[in-house]
């Protein structure tokens, strides 16, 4: 992970390594002149805006009011009803995605008749956009002419007619189910990577100790994923809550704001009700939530529990 | 090394069930959409389950031209090559750099990029608006552009691993054989470190033609729109007319959809490349 010199210093100081040295900066420049303008500059300064009261996008609006926003925030319900869903659906998320990625990955990790078209059909919707998921969804949900009420009838439950989408506990569960059939398929990967870095010896072992399947699971199996499942579910809480396409494509934070989260908040605070300040405060709520969990990441490999695949 | 080995120990049994059960859940939906294109409106809804009768492609005319999807998907198009040309070239410079040379503030500057990927790009949202806002490029795929350079910096990690891989000895022959710093990264270690180029491509391909939020922000004039703002207007305006809907969705679905089925091993490693390092 950490760059190494892989010259000897005793080329330092000469005329081609500063040369080499001129070459390294002109490369590096066109990166530069749109990664810190672009990318790091509007970071810094995410966190100068949080602190001022502004409305509208012109500088002369901006009024210092120091750590208000981030008072205001504590005292707003809807900022803690978006929290709330955002951990409710990270929770949800990351529980029943792993566990349904790990069981899919131990059957198809084998070969078997038709196994590898299985795996490649389940990876398909990762490389779809979220704005056609979401939308073809709605389609599939709609109430009346939608394939999945039709269906509800057809099996003679006419009166198991549920607005999807406009019920609000159902609303924010179907969220859950169109994000993870949208991105199970690459958890899974990721799993079987796992299970096949496990070296072949300990299943024969098993075997000629006459160990039970359920055994091999979870004495074997689960133990030695151990790390690959941490990557995976930290990979999922970091996914979850970038969660904002889904929502603005299906209920719009609705209904009666069962499905806002902390990024569609922040969009509505900026673009809706040009409030960019308080807009900011949330930008910053949402940093930290990521930076926590990225910084877990990092600690984690920086423990040697680094997996290559 | 993929083996039978489970099945020493697991029943095979239960795997076809459950197999076709996910199968049916996840491939379903997006059949009933490639086929419902090919459909009239008032027979998607009267014969949803049914094979298109009468297979017509009108749909995706009526889309195409009346409701203007064709100048959308022909932006995006541009959009999409435009930008993964230019993340390919910095992310290559910037990856050979820092895996081959030895410069002042090399590691500094290294965490400094890598940073980046850290942080999700709501975050930086706001002030983003604020300065695209202020140079008068809202409404201009130049801010998409911008935005979408900056987003380099999966792209140099990757390049940086596959031009590590890179012997160094093979560079240092053809400098003492007279080829310059640029060439010896052009000629010598590029080719060698092909297979990057291929990963980052796929991945940034994904990301780039599926993207919402910075069009969504960025441009307002729908003559601009790209597919994924030309679809949420085509839901807005055609409602009722699922015919030419499903045909819209899935035009917007078919290259990803089609470049994965060619390309399905490199897609697999690009995207979950993507997701563990990114």
Known sequence: MHAKSERPTRHRRSRSSRRRNLTAYLLLLPGLIFYVPF??????????FSLFKWKGYSFATMKWNGLDNYLALTND??????LRNNIKFVILVVVVQTVFALALALILEQKFHLSTFFRGVYFMPTVL????VGILFSLLLSPSQGLVNMILRNIGLENVQPVWLGDPTLAFYVLVFVHIWKDFGLSMFIFIAGLEAIPEELFDAAKV??????DVIWRIIIPLLRETTTAVAVLITVTCFKLFDLVIVMTGGGPFFATEVLSVRMYFQAFKHSRMGYGSAYAMVLFLITFVVSSFQFWLRGRGEEIEY | MRSKRLRKVLPLFLYYPLCLLVLV???????????????????????????????????????WQVAKFGRAFLNSVIVTVVSIAGILLISTMAGYVFAKLNFVGKTFLFYFWLAGMMVPPHVSLLPNFIIFDRLHLIDNYLSLFCIYFSSTSFGVFIMRSFFMSVPTEILEAARIDGCSEFGTFWRVALPLARGGLTVIAIFYFVFLWNDFMYPLTFLRNPALNTVSLALMAFRDIWAADWGPMLAALSMASLPPVIFYFFFQKQFIRGMTAGALKG
Request: glycine share 4%; proline share 9%; aromatic share 18%.
């Open chain 1, 39 to 48: 990318h790091f500059v509007p970071i810094l300064s995410v966190f100068f």
């Open chain 1, 77 to 82: 319900r809807f900022f803690w009803g978006a």
């Open chain 1, 129 to 132: 956009s979220l704005v056609v």
């Open chain 1, 209 to 214: 100790d006459g160990a039970s399947p359920w």
């Open chain 2, 25 to 63: 859940i996840v491939a379903y939906p997006v059949l009933w959409m490639l086929l419902g294109s090919l459909k009239e409106t008032w027979e998607v809804l009267a014969h949803p389950f049914s094979l298109p009768l009468h297979p017509t492609l009108k749909n995706y005319a009526e889309a």
